[in-house]
T-cell receptor, first 112, second 114 residues
């Protein structure tokens, strides 16, 4: 089965600094990769996806992700973090039958 | 356009009781799925459906049943609730197919089994 791993339970960054949330994947064939964000007591919101094409994918709220095939990674990035970016971030990969397999999530804390 | 609607938002059950978590979408999405979210475990797939009349098991199906009689609705039934089923449940839908759109999630149902 296709899977993703998020090696960090929590990432702390100061407001205005760049942020990176890491994700690595394990798939057979071409990966279909996604990032979602979850704010407290809310459902998950779609941020961006990689299917094919450019390795740098731009998404919502100023986020982008870099697909790296040689490192099997799909890290989420933002040039300048905001306090309001504090949330739980999930990486996911599409499995057969359109199911998504999620990582365990990374809690991002942006401090003023 | 309401998206994905889940009811109820909160529920407390006693061990052994049964209940149905409702999920409805108004986007004509073929694909629907149920996940449970537990601390430190991310989201785990319970059941999914690729269209009306078609359902299949995900990673953690035991103790849950689903049916898909219409495109819009995908209810999740707990047959005999157990404390291990205390969790937050999310329903999601997708257009599916080669376009590979992202999922749309409901706002969740927080279930406590005592």
């Amino acid at each position: 089965a296709q899977s993703v791993a998020q090696p960090e339970d929590q990432v702390n960054v100061a407001e205005g600094n760049p942020l990176t949330v890491k994700c690595t994947y394990s798939v057979s064939g071409n990966p279909y990769l996604f990032w979602y964000v979850q704010y407290p007591n809310r459902g998950l919101q779609f941020l961006l996806k990689y299917i094919t094409g450019d390795n740098l994918v731009k998404g919502s709220y100023g986020f982008e992700a870099e697909f790296n095939k040689s490192q099997t990674s799909f890290h989420l990035k933002k040039p300048s973090a905001l306090v309001s970016d504090s949330a739980l971030y999930f990486c996911a990969v599409r499995d057969s039958g359109y199911a998504l397999n999620f990582g365990k999530g990374t809690s991002l804390l942006v401090t003023p | 356009n309401a998206g994905v609607t889940q009811t109820p938002k909160f529920q407390v059950l006693k061990t052994g009781q049964s209940m149905t978590l409702q999920c409805a979408q108004d986007m004509n999405h073929e694909y629907m799925s149920w996940y449970r979210q537990d601390p430190g475990m991310g989201l785990r797939l319970i059941h999914y459906s690729v269209g009306a009349g078609i359902t299949d098991q995900g990673e953690v199906p035991n103790g849950y049943n689903v049916s898909r009689s219409t495109t819009e609705d995908f209810p999740l039934r707990l047959l005999s609730a157990a404390p291990s089923q205390t969790s937050v449940y999310f329903c999601a839908s997708s257009r599916g197919g080669a376009s590979n759109y992202g999922y749309t999630f409901g706002s969740g149902t927080r279930l406590t089994v005592v």
